[in-house]
């Protein structure tokens, strides 16, 4: 059961408590495979700039960066309300960031609230540092109870997910899975999205191949997953975007399985650009498509599609590399960070609190409090 | 009329006659668009090297590379056959590049057979130097003819294809296209196949916007076809090969061109990776997908994809970039230089002699004589 991962595990963030205060320390990864790079955050902007720079992605550790974060400015005496802002806009598609930073801030300001109550009458002090020290504390609680809660959705998508792909490949030897992006323990608190399913078919000897789409232009796939998969002593290929067309063509893929940055009311899933193309090729294939993420990417807020903000990314993410031109000088360059998975292309979602099938109609909600636990046994 | 890139244009290969001989001097394409590099080839191992870097690549390009190389080792007094096997096996899928080889390889011996009919009676010799400097010059004037003739066909491809969209996307404005790899100047002896349809729309002003697939892994599109778009004055825009989804969903392409390396009898169409997944696309999204292409690229000895070879390239070409190394070491990768669109998802063929389009049945062959000329007025 013990995986070689296991062994070291992989860490995108921790918490440090040093000499000279409190740290959120993030693994780099703009700098992996090559080399595991550590960046000691002790400011928000410090922090808000390895976001955008995406030294630090993936929806549910945003989250967690988000709660951190906030537990950080609270420790180190910022101002919380400035901090919490700042972080919740660094990116605007991924919903789990602005939870993170609400959460903790949530309870940064309710305890701050209660001991003003119950102090209100002996002191009346509204600057008394032990209300701020508590305040911080629990902001702090706050971010290690999602990271613990991370972990725990992680190993349920995991577990839910290969139940699920027994079901819909049913007799199939070992699987072989194509994925996009990174999806791993990098963007998680735990074992991560969809790339835990594959870890956990694979624990159980039913991994056949993860194909790994390399994910321009960032190449988290090539890059991140290919890291990852190799530590869990996984079969993995890696492949540039594009081919996985003949992939499908070829009968060579059993299943697509991708993460979410956002997941709207009516089941519209904005991930990785790149995402939708595979969703069409699945469905021109007949090859089922999930989402794996956990439930706090399901924003019943955003109603459908047309809600969500797609970022857009700067030119040179695709015009360069390594400092190297690739493209004529000033050429525009279109380079959205996420595309939109329509629900009538998903096979189905698996949440942490179970999976969500389409019904006939293909015209559903994804309502949690209903959610349909087909492969909870 | 006057396009700024005919001012100069853009020469992938010359014959140059210099003191010491011969050579055939080719363009680096490895070094676009940052440096414009020449390659004196003066051996055919060179030449060959070449063609495997992808220095010159392109469908109708090696084809004239295969006929001027036949003609370099008749001049330089090689042996004819010896070059001629190289040549032709230098890549497997391009049915071009074996075509030019064998034209000049027969214009070279049926030269030679002449001259030894006409000189029997007087001579007898074999080795007469006189018959192979008549042989070598058959080969250097099959070679010259084919690149005119090259010329030609990229003008009726060009003039053909501007003409079916018209059909195709009536009453649209400008027309926002999207391409996939590299079909300009830089793959043919004249103005390319795919590429020469969007410069014929752009010089009568009707091309809104060229869409520009980067096309990983070696980045035709934004290396080469941003070059000739930036050339010629065209307006155009790079995006990573999966970023099309988001085009497509948006309702932002008005048709697909794509180029070819070799069609089978059946209509089946080996092009670069990555197009075959804009194919599934373009049906998903009722978008017209136009595969252009000279006749010489149409393979009738080859019946269907089955039958087609698809090359699969290093592993380095996915896993480094300039040097750097973007995946863990020792990672499996899959490469196919080619994918395969099955004539079902074609829309119509523009070829140089004219346009053929499926019929209902989708059973349909690729028969030249018979060629359906539906937009020659």
Redesign the interface.
């Known amino acids: 059961m013990v995986a070689s991962d296991e062994l070291s595990p992989i860490q995108p963030l921790r918490w440090e408590q040093g000499p000279d205060g409190p740290a959120l320390v993030l693994l780099d990864q703009t700098q992996l495979?090559?080399a595991e790079t550590e960046l000691v955050c002790t400011s928000i902007p410090t922090l808000v700039d390895a976001i955008r720079r995406l030294a630090v992605r993936g929806a549910p550790v945003l989250g967690l960066v988000g709660a951190y974060g906030v537990a950080l400015a609270a420790a180190r005496g910022f101002e919380v309300a400035d901090a919490a802002g700042s972080l919740a806009n660094a990116r605007p598609t991924a919903v789990n960031l602005s939870l993170g930073v609400r959460r903790a801030r949530e309870a940064y300001e309710s305890t701050l609230k209660d001991y003003a109550e119950r102090h209100s009458a002996d002191s009346g002090d509204a600057e008394d540092p032990q209300a701020f020290r508590e305040a911080a504390a629990a902001a702090l609680a706050a971010a290690q109870l999602m990271h613990r809660q991370d972990a725990d959705a992680s190993r349920r998508m995991g577990e839910l997910g290969a139940r699920l792909l027994d079901e819909l490949v049913p007799g199939a030897g070992g699987l072989r899975l194509l994925t996009h992006c990174n999806t791993g323990r990098l963007v998680s608190g735990g074992e991560g999205t969809a790339f835990a399913v594959a870890l956990a078919l694979h624990r159980q000897g039913r991994l056949a191949r993860l194909?790994v789409?390399?994910?321009?232009?960032l190449?988290q796939g090539?890059?991140l997953t290919?890291?990852e998969?190799?530590r869990s002593g996984m079969?993995?290929?890696?492949?540039?975007?594009?081919?996985?067309?003949?992939?499908f063509?070829a009968g060579e893929v059993d299943a697509v399985l991708i993460g979410a940055d956002r997941i709207a009311a009516d089941g519209s899933t904005a991930n990785k650009?790149?995402s939708?193309?595979l969703a069409?090729?699945a469905?021109?294939h007949g090859v089922p498509f999930l989402v794996v993420a956990p439930e706090s990417t399901v924003d019943l807020e955003t109603p459908d599609a047309e809600a969500i903000t797609?970022e857009q990314r700067s030119a040179h993410e695709?015009?360069e590399?390594?400092?190297?031109?690739?493209?004529?000088p000033g050429?525009?360059?279109?380079?959205?960070a996420f595309?939109?998975v329509p629900p009538s292309l998903v096979s189905a979602y698996v949440l942490d609190s179970g999976v969500l099938v389409p019904n006939e109609s293909q015209e559903w909600r994804i309502s949690l409090p209903s959610v349909v636990q087909i492969t909870d046994g």
């Open positions: 495979p090559g194909w789409d390399e994910t321009r232009p190449l090539s890059r290919g890291y998969a190799a079969p993995y290929t890696i492949l540039a975007d594009s081919a996985a067309g003949s992939l063509a650009v790149g939708y193309p069409v090729l469905r021109h797609v695709v015009t590399f390594a400092g190297r031109s690739v493209a004529p050429a525009a360059v279109y380079n959205p595309d939109i």
